[in-house]
């Protein structure tokens, strides 16, 4: 698996003589998975005491809704899910070492840095709204939500930190949300706020879940249809009767 580094500009030819690749989508080195780290701890993490990498074979995108905070339009909301329990690892610079662990069973992840460059352009094309920008809040640029109609940031801390947040089902409840595999497995994401590990979720992830060929079928057909629109992106119902042509199965 490929994993993400935090090279200094001072350092990048002693990195790229190491084997390191530089992915221009994400602006970040990164070692191939062909490779092992044990050449690369020195860029490991050391650049953010934040940092996690995490390595989970299945990885899948939740999809909600929420009002935008300045138009009050409906908008679609996403955010990446780690699957069957992934793995991780950070850095503790008290202890100048390295930890790796298991996210057991499902998680939610939020405030993302990084992704795979093979997600990252699976994305763009699938999901414009949802690209990377800087949040004031958080000091830094994520993968954040924005509204179709106005174009507002919709920040993660507004989807998943209150309870009955789009991203935060209340126990016994009945979401609405879907869950779309994305196709590659690989996803290394930083994290400002930490793992959003709700086990709820695990009640009707299964259920909800849907492969990306469906997904990517219905969205093409639903594209087809519009043939005079330029931008169908911007309309809100293309997204409506998207999510609940997954929704109502």
Known sequence: MDTRLFVPFSEKDVAKKSGALWD???????IPGSLSRANFMKWLGKGDADSINIFSKKTALAWSWESCW???????????????????MSYDENTDNYYD????????VSHTLFIDPSI??????????????????????????????????????????????????IPDSDPLIVFINLP??????????????YTDIDRFINK?????????QRWNYKLGLDKNN????????????????????
């Open 24 to 30: 221009k989508a994400n602006n970040t080195w990164y």
């Open 70 to 88: 300045k138009c009050d339009n409906p908008c679609p909301v996403l955010m990446f899910v780690v699957k069957d329990n992934a793995g991780s």
């Open 101 to 108: 662990s298991t996210i057991l069973k499902n998680a939610m």
């Open 120 to 169: 990252s352009v699976i994305i763009r094309k699938y999901f414009p709204f949802y690209h990377k920008d800087r949040s004031k809040d958080a000091g830094k640029s994520y993968w954040m939500n924005h509204c179709l109609c106005c174009g507002a940031r919709l920040g993660d801390q507004y989807l998943i930190s209150e309870p009955e947040d789009p991203f935060n089902p």
């Open 184 to 197: 590659a497995p690989e996803f290394y994401y930083y994290s400002i706020s930490g793992i959003e590990n």
């Open 208 to 216: 909800r879940s849907f492969e990306w060929s469906d997904f990517s």
């Open 230 to 249: 330029t931008d169908p992106f911007t309309k809100v119902g293309f997204w409506i009767e998207l999510f609940y042509s997954l929704h109502a199965l």
